[in-house]
Structures are given as structure tokens and as C-alpha cells.
């Protein structure tokens, strides 16, 4: 059986003198696009913050103490923007407990034992279902995911990870993808159960030490202390492959992966570079990117830690294609903490074999020459660059427009949560019920907070809920024809700053509501005053669409923040979304989007379509909208005019509004209370050009036209 060997001093002594050249100016390279200390802690730190946010979110709206992971590339900051690597995100089904002994046993709980035996492949397990009164098996299929293997044991079905559909998500493997049709970032979703004792299978792991010294005792044993998951999918030659459940050590792995120096890391990009710019583009699904990675994990583990440096690179990236050469050779790439599992097993058509040792065999024989040739992130350009000065660039370039994607993404991930909440109160028809759950929203994420988690994640969505809370009271006062209650502006007021200006407007529309239209104007003032249009970034998750480049000067804030909560509440401006209980809390303009779709339309709706049950408009956009309305009442005709000339450039020159359909509609009827019935009718057919069903400009045209019509009969 092939080996590893450890022969990287021996090739250091043989590379000639150029190589230590080539490696730095190499090294520089990868800094600039991105591969350097600050961005991978950057991610890092970004990666862990919005896994916690993921995990709140889920607990919140499900109600059960379910974790989420975020694994993978872009956690580990192994990652480039030519790389576009996708969120790799892990969800444990809580209600199962996986066992190794009967000695872990627990009553009242739904365990499974794992059973590993000669049927079942390396790396993999049988799941046994054990009764919840006593330490005994079940005897009888309990359910469509239970069957009974040839002895008689009832098993569970890895085709129970396939419980939760996930929308615009379709299955590959373990994992459910978003549909490549999607224009947004691409997530791979894995369902998985987990066990909080270290594998029996990757015992021996712990125990061994490689000639390294790496990893250490210390981290082999915070590795057994992270557990393990068991993913619902079986070995593609077994026969029990619908029975199967692979072992995943994917928190051990990234425990390691956050333990490797900075050569290491550019070592292992590299690699994966090299990978989708010669192998992929001929031979697709052949060799993975945890096939480079545990090849790497070996070679750093057989070999002494000085040996990794940045004028060493090009020695240590030819070490590693080297071994990976090997292993393609001999179809044989063991598991790096269970090497029993041979990821190669299934081997390679021989022509595919040919074409990718052929391949590795000419990089690794070109001393580093072949860089050159590749496209990803302009890698053979910029390496030229160092050689020759082509072109001056900004070696910060990247490294802003990858903070600039981190920090929006946060964003994101906590805009999902905020509309997921409104989806389904929104769906409660009685007022106070209505109350009653935002305020149970609002005591549980007080409550995980007081416990220590994430107080990031819960203080967004508290000041989400509490805004929306004190709407609703608000939108009852207006009904009933009575000023604001004291509760309504105390939980109103706690949330002014959960990103620059959504909240104020919000607040803006309310008071312009109640008729304080100096209140209301003051409020716009003010937030026009702060609103940096060169910075601001527009946040809208309430649909998938195409997001376009962030502000040069909101990257570069991005890359210089420390704390990029405090900057996500200072330089993004998350959309405003009402609530059809906080109907009162807008005008009527506006109150059109909750009425949106004909009886046709909503058969063309799905359920991720369920915010078009709510009014949602971009912060910006209403904000102009609700000068115009202010200077209206007020009178002020030159401020009104430069209202709606702010409202119409926006729409036009903002790329990243996820309504402008919306915008759009609204500023149509801005200009019918002008007289403008062209400009007005221009304005809904271009709406409607942006979303041509479940739009309110299909309202407003059929009331233009009979208003018109009407007009000119008399």
C-alpha cells in the first residue's frame, strides 16, 4: 500500500536558488488577492458570526435547539473571489442522539446506536434505532425512514436527512445546492445528526504522532472534545448505500484548518486554483478540493513546521502536487483522522487518470512557470507584474472588495431572519396574537443573550421585533383615532439604530401618520444629513436576485473595521417592511403592496413569495418619497420638488435596490398628485418591466387610465 514520505528538505536542497525568489513574489501575489493574515482572520471572524447568527435565527423561529455551522472555504479563509467558493453550512436535526455504546444510552430520548461492521464501508455507519424506555433495540419499522435490514435490526434511513426541504435548494449528495439558476451566492446545505464522543474509528488518530510533531498533543485534544456528525449519505459501491451514514469530523478539520500559518493556507489555495483552472476544466468531478486539503493536512503533518515559509512556497505547492500526484497513481488518499477511508477508492477512468497526471506532471515539472497561465484571479498577470511593472495596482484592492461581501453578508443573513419572523406573523389575523408572538420573539432572544450567545445576532433581530411591536401598537392608536401610547414610542425609540436610517424612516412614517408632520419632516432632515450616498449600501434579502458591486468607499471602510456590527448599523440601510397589522403606520401610496397580486398572480406566487404579503419599499427611496409627502402638507413646494427629483436619480443611479419596482410605483403617483399623467403612466410600465406579475402598477395603470378617461368626458 503507497505511503506518504517526507522528502520536503530534500527537495528544498535540490529546487535551484530562483525558486526562493519565484516563492516570495508569489506570496506577495496571493496577499494581494486577498490570501494575508488580516482578511483570513477577517473571515474567519465574520465566518463564526454569522454561523452564530444562523443558529439564533433557527432557534427562534423553530423553537428547538437546533445548531448551524458554517464549514468549509470561506470560514477557514481559504478562499479567493475568482474562487467564488460556495457557504458551506451544516444544520443538525436536534431530536436524534447518536450513540457508540450502550453505555450513553438515555431514556426519553430518541438514540440511535452506530453500528460498523464488515458490511459497511470505511468512514461510514449503520444507524440502529433503540427504544426510549429501555436499552433495547426497536423490534418493529416505526416509520417510511426506518427499515429492517436481513438480521432483523431496524436501521434509519439516510433518506431522513431529506425531511426539510429548503427553497430554490435542489439535492446533490448530502447536500441540498441552491438551483444554478439562482443569481445570488451560491449555499450547499447539509442535514446531519450529531455525536458528542470522538469516533472509535479515528481512536488510533489521537493516539499516533507524526514526524511534524503536527498537530500537537493539545490540539489532538481539543479535536476529540468537538465530536463528530453523521451525514445522510452512504458509500457509492456499498449495498446498504440508502442505509449508510458517512462520518464527518468537519469541526475537528476546521479546528486544524485554523491552526495552519499563512503558507500553509496559500499553499492549499493554490492547490485549488491549480485545481479549477487545468483539472476541472477537463476532467470535472474528478479531483475534489478535501482531496487537495487532506493531502496538504499530510504533507504539513510529516513535515517540520520552519519548512513552510513564504520564500518556500513554490517548494512546499510541488511537494504537495507531488503526493497528490502519487495518490492519483495509486488511487489511494486516506482520510486525514480516519485513513481507513480511502477517499480515491472508487478510482479514475483510466483516460481521466492519464489527463490528470499528465497535468500535475507538467505543473509540478514547470517549477512554477505554468502560473503563468492562469486566468483566475488574474494569478498569471499579477505574478508577471512583479517581474515586469505593467501596471501599478492597488494591493488593497481585493482585500476591500472581499470585506465589502463579508460585511453585506451579515447584512443579509440578518435581513432573511427579520422577513422570515414578519412571514409568518404576518399570517396571524388576530391583532393581539399577533402581539403576543412578536413579544414571546422578544423575551426568547432576551433570553439567549442574558445567557452569553451571540449578542450580535439577537440584538439586530430584538431591535427588528421591537420596531415592528411598537408599529403595530402604533397602527392601533391611528385606528382608533388616538395619540401615540408611551409603549409604542419606548420600544420604538430602543431601535433606531439597527442599521443607519430603515428604523428612523420608519419612525418618520409614523409620526407623518398621526399628522406630526413636523416631527416627520425634522426626523428626514436628519437622516438625509447623515446619508453618505458615495457609502451607503442598500440590504434586501427578500428575494434571490442579482447584487452588484458594493461602493469603492464602503469596501474600504469594510477592510479597515474591527468591529463590523457597529459598521453594519452605520453604513447600511436595510429595506422598510410594514406588517399588514402596521397598515396605518404608512400611506396609502404604499399601502397598494400588500395588495398586490390578482387571483392570476398568486398562482404564480410560491412560498418564498410570501413577502409580497407585507408593504416593502428600499430605505432611500422612501425616504425622498416621504420629503415629498411632508413638503406637500407643509407646503413647501421648492423642497417638494427636490424630493421627488432625489426620488426619481435614485431609482436610476442606485444598482443594489431590491424594489424598485416598488420605487417605482411609488414615484408614479407622486407625479399624478403633480399632474403628470405621461411621467405617472412612465413610471408603472417601467415598474411593471421590472416584475410583471404581483405588482401594484398593474392597479395603478387600470386607475390612470379610468381617471383619465374619466377626466375627458366631462
Known amino acids: 500500500m503507497f505511503k506518504f514520505s517526507s522528502c520536503l528538505s530534500n527537495r528544498m536542497s535540490e529546487m535551484p536558488y530562483y525558486t526562493h525568489n519565484v516563492s516570495l513574489r508569489l506570496s506577495k501575489v496571493l496577499d494581494e488577492i486577498g490570501v494575508n493574515e488580516r482578511m483570513v482572520i477577517k473571515r474567519r471572524r465574520l465566518g463564526l458570526m454569522n454561523e452564530s447568527i444562523l443558529t439564533i435565527g433557527h432557534r427562534l423561529i423553530h423553537e428547538e435547539d437546533v445548531n448551524v455551522y458554517n464549514l468549509g472555504s470561506t470560514i ?105 439558476t439562482s443569481d445570488f451566492y451560491g449555499d450547499d446545505i447539509v442535514l446531519a445528526l450529531y455525536c458528542q464522543q470522538w469516533p472509535f474509528q479515528a481512536r488510533q488518530w489521537i493516539a499516533q504522532q507524526g514526524e511534524g510533531q503536527w498537530p500537537t498533543f493539545d490540539m489532538k485534544q481539543y479535536c476529540k472534545n468537538t465530536g463528530f456528525f453523521v451525514v ?72 517540520e513546521n520552519h519548512s513552510w515559509n513564504e520564500n518556500t512556497l513554490l517548494i512546499c505547492l510541488n511537494y504537495c502536487l507531488t503526493i497528490l500526484y502519487n495518490c492519483v497513481l495509486n488511487d489511494y488518499c486516506p482520510h486525514f483522522i480516519i485513513p481507513e477511508n480511502n ?55 481585493m482585500s476591500c472588495e472581499i470585506s465589502g461581501n463579508l460585511v453585506t453578508h451579515i447584512g443579509l443573513y440578518v435581513n432573511a431572519f427579520h422577513l422570515l419572523i414578519l412571514k409568518i406573523t404576518n399570517k396571524i389575523s388576530h391583532i393581539r396574537v399577533l402581539l403576543q408572538t412578536l413579544y414571546k420573539y422578544l423575551m426568547t432572544l432576551t433570553h439567549y443573550m442574558n445567557q452569553g450567545q451571540n449578542k450580535v445576532a439577537c440584538s439586530a433581530l430584538a431591535k427588528f421585533i421591537s420596531m415592528h411591536l411598537g408599529s403595530a401598537l402604533a397602527s392601533m392608536n391611528i385606528h382608533s383615532q388616538v395619540g401615540l401610547c408611551r409603549e409604542s414610542t419606548v420600544l420604538m425609540s430602543l431601535c ?92 396609502h401610496e404604499l399601502q397598494h ?36 409627502k411632508t413638503y406637500s402638507h407643509l407646503r413647501r413646494n421648492r423642497d417638494k420638488q427636490a424630493a421627488i427629483s432625489n426620488l426619481a436619480k435614485c431609482i436610476v443611479e442606485e444598482p443594489n435596490f431590491g424594489h424598485k419596482d416598488t420605487a417605482l410605483n411609488l414615484l408614479g403617483q407622486c407625479m399624478e398628485q403633480e399632474n403628470k399623467m405621461d411621467a405617472a403612466l412612465t413610471c408603472y410600465l417601467l415598474s411593471l418591466k421590472i416584475r410583471g406579475r404581483n405588482n401594484a402598477a398593474k392597479f395603478h395603470i387600470c386607475r390612470l387610465v379610468i381617471s383619465v378617461l374619466g377626466s375627458g368626458f366631462h
Open 496 to 587: 433606531l439604530n439597527v442599521d443607519l436610517i430603515s428604523s428612523k424612516v420608519k419612525l418618520a412614517s409614523i409620526f407623518y401618520c398621526t399628522g406630526e408632520i413636523e416631527r416627520a419632516e425634522l426626523i428626514l432632515k436628519n437622516i438625509e444629513e447623515s446619508y453618505d450616498l458615495n457609502v451607503i449600501e442598500p440590504i434586501c434579502h427578500c428575494y434571490v436576485y442579482k447584487y452588484k458591486k458594493c461602493k469603492k468607499a464602503f469596501d474600504k471602510l469594510c477592510y479597515e473595521a474591527e468591529d463590523e456590527y457597529t459598521l453594519l448599523q452605520n453604513i447600511t440601510a436595510s429595506c422598510v417592511r410594514f406588517l399588514r397589522c402596521e397598515i396605518n403606520c404608512c400611506p
Open 343 to 397: 477517499l480515491m477508492a472508487r478510482g479514475f477512468t483510466p483516460v481521466t487518470k492519464r489527463i490528470i497526471i499528465d497535468t500535475l506532471s507538467y505543473i509540478i515539472s514547470s517549477n512554477g512557470s505554468a502560473l503563468l497561465e492562469i486566468e483566475c484571479d488574474q494569478l498569471g498577470f499579477r505574478i508577471q507584474n512583479t517581474f515586469l511593472r505593467l501596471v501599478e495596482l492597488d494591493p488593497e484592492d
Open 593 to 628: 403592496e400588500m395588495f398586490r397580486s390578482t387571483q392570476q398572480d398568486l398562482s404564480f406566487r410560491s412560498e418564498d413569495d410570501d413577502w409580497m404579503n407585507l408593504a416593502v419599499v428600499d430605505s432611500l427611496p422612501y425616504l425622498y418619497f416621504l420629503q415629498y
Open 232 to 303: 445522510g449519505v452512504g458509500g457509492k459501491d456499498s449495498e446498504n448505500e440508502e442505509l449508510e451514514w458517512r462520518i464527518s469530523t468537519s469541526l475537528a478539520e476546521r479546528y486544524l484548518m485554523f491552526n495552519l500559518n499563512i503558507t500553509q493556507i496559500r499553499c492549499y489555495v493554490l492547490m485549488k486554483i491549480i485545481l479549477k483552472s487545468f483539472i476541472n476544466t477537463q476532467c470535472p468531478d474528478s479531483v475534489s478540493s478535501f482531496m487537495c486539503k487532506t493531502v496538504m493536512l499530510h504533507c504539513i503533518s510529516i513535515t
Open 76 to 180: 477557514e479563509g481559504t478562499t479567493t473571489l475568482g474562487l467564488s467558493s460556495d457557504l458551506d453550512i451544516l444544520f443538525t436535526l436536534p431530536r436524534y442522539r447518536v450513540i457508540q455504546d450502550w453505555s450513553e444510552w438515555e431514556p426519553g430520548v430518541e438514540n440511535l446506536l452506530m453500528i460498523q461492521d464488515d458490511t459497511v464501508s470505511p468512514g461510514y455507519c449503520l444507524l440502529q434505532v433503540l427504544r426510549q424506555d429501555v436499552p433495547l433495540p426497536v423490534v418493529n419499522v416505526i416509520n417510511q425512514y426506518s427499515y429492517r435490514d436481513r438480521i432483523g435490526r431496524v436501521l434509519l434511513s439516510n433518506a431522513i436527512a431529506n425531511i426539510v426541504k429548503i427553497p430554490e435548494h435542489v439535492r446533490h449528495g448530502p447536500a441540498q445546492s441552491r438551483d444554478e
